[in-house]
């Protein structure tokens, strides 16, 4: 017999290695699903083309002036 006495019973509110652990494999999962609810990579993809789209448009108008004016007879 050991002459050590007994440790007492862990809290349930006590952070643990083992629920750190669970803690954060949860919110993991959570912003998961977040983004899977948000469009997740298709919507990212769609997005980023807009932007770019957007900005060749911004450098480059799609209506020019003509480049030199036409004479009138």
């Known amino acids: 017999m050991s002459t ?3 440790k007492p019973p862990v809290s349930p509110w006590q952070l643990t290695p083992a629920r750190i ?3 954060l494999l949860g919110l993991v999962l959570l912003a998961y699903i977040a983004s899977a609810f ?3 990579l298709t919507n990212y993809e769609q997005l980023k083309e807009a932007a770019q789209e957007k900005k060749l448009q911004q ?3 799609a209506d020019p002036a003509p480049a030199t ?3 009138a007879n």
């Open 59 to 61: 450098v480059a108008p």
């Open 4 to 6: 050590e006495p007994p």
């Open 21 to 23: 652990v669970l803690l």
């Open 69 to 71: 004016p036409t004479p």
């Open 38 to 40: 948000m469009g997740g």
